[in-house]
């Protein structure tokens, strides 16, 4: 995981999403369920003693970091807590750079109206960071390049939602699914994929055709080219059958195979997998054919450093597809009581941050 601090870059201020988009499980949030026992039992023991401590919770996490899950963790306080119009809550935006330490979140009022939550807010902040800050990074190394969003089939289903608004607010031009785009109101993109030109018996050009035929012709097609391992070929064979309507060919090698064309000019470089002489020799087929409209995605093992080296080399490649690499890391958030009735109250080693960026969330 990169070290190197972010680049300073303000988030366009906007509306916060509704609550609604989310679809909590409200009634199970409010009773605990998710929640770590401990503070099912500290409310108990509040509610028993009648105790309601007026109390300001301050939220951080200890990385440099572009926050996501913002306004997921604004929701699960607004329609979780026992009465949101007691309490005062201030927040950063997602898609805000934060530094560690800093605040990106408070909450002000009794309580046991939202001890509960703690457990929940805190792992959707940890979570949707991660995500963003992952994919901030890679859209800086890719110099302005689309990146497309493909993390969906390396974690369970019911995180694409959050995820995708993460992957949105942090740069990525495309995702893969309509769950992920689905909070903004987007669609899923996507390619020609090998289980289809399989279905055509290997044919990557008649599958591609067919898809055409049969597809939204809004779409921008693109078509994996590696199907045979010979992706100068199959892209000069797609580009011939499709024409204009062929938006961009997807290099996606393995990274244990070299590519037949990569074969003939093999010497002091890797050849496995999307290498830069790959991506140039198909670049190069295309040109001289006349398909310079023919854009080149290129996928498999993707991360930051393979981009930025690809970017620092030149290589002529249009877009990124990325997927396992965003998961990377861990952007843990931390949240302590630091005021008790109006007065410094925390344990040692922590204490209140006060942080000017925060707005007022109504």
């Known amino acids: 995981m990169a070290t190197e601090p972010l680049p300073e870059r303000a988030a366009p201020r906007r509306e916060r999403l509704d609550p609604g988009v989310f679809r909590l499980p409200v009634e199970r949030i409010r009773e605990g ?54 309490l005062q809550v201030r927040a950063l935006y997602d898609g805000d750079p934060v530094k560690p330490w800093e605040t990106a979140l408070t909450i002000e009022g009794d309580y046991s109206l939202f001890a509960r939550l703690e457990t929940v807010y805190l792992g959707v902040l940890s979570r949707r960071t991660k995500v963003a800050t992952n994919v901030r990074r890679v859209v800086d190394a890719a110099r302005g390049k689309q990146i497309i969003f493909f993390p969906a089939r390396h974690d369970h289903h019911l995180v694409q939602t959050g995820d995708g608004y993460a992957a949105y607010v942090s740069g990525a031009i495309g995702v893969s699914t309509d769950a992920q785009a689905s909070w903004w109101g987007g669609k899923g993109v996507g390619t020609v994929p090998h289980a289809l030109i399989a279905a055509y018996n290997g044919d990557t050009s008649r599958a591609a055709e067919k898809y055409a035929e049969y597809i939204d012709p809004s779409v921008n097609l693109v078509v994996l080219v590696d199907f045979e391992n010979d992706c100068v070929r199959t892209s000069l064979e797609v580009a011939r059958r499709l024409g204009q309507r062929l938006w961009g060919v ?8 070299v590519d037949v064309s990569v074969q003939k000019v093999m010497g002091d470089f890797d050849p496995r997998g999307v290498t830069p002489q790959l991506c140039q020799l198909v670049r190069g087929a295309l040109d001289r054919e006349g398909f310079t409209h023919v854009r080149i995605v290129a996928s498999g ?44 109250c925390a344990k040692v080693g922590r204490r209140y941050r006060p942080n000017p960026r925060l707005e007022l969330v109504s």
């Open 301 to 344: 093992g993707f991360n930051v450093e393979k981009i930025e080296r690809f970017e620092r080399e030149g290589v002529p490649v249009d877009a990124y597809g990325v997927g396992s690499a965003f998961f990377k890391g861990s952007y843990d958030f931390t949240a302590d009581v630091v005021m008790v009735e109006g007065r410094p």
């Open 33 to 86: 369920y998710y929640s770590d026992v401990y503070f099912n039992r500290t409310v108990d023991v509040l509610r028993s003693d009648q105790r309601h401590p007026h109390v300001l919770m301050q939220v951080f996490q200890k990385q440099d970091a572009v926050i996501g899950g913002m306004d997921e963790a604004i929701a699960i306080i607004k329609l979780c807590s026992e009465d949101f119009s007691q």
């Open 250 to 257: 997807r290099l996606d090698t393995s990274e244990t195979l």
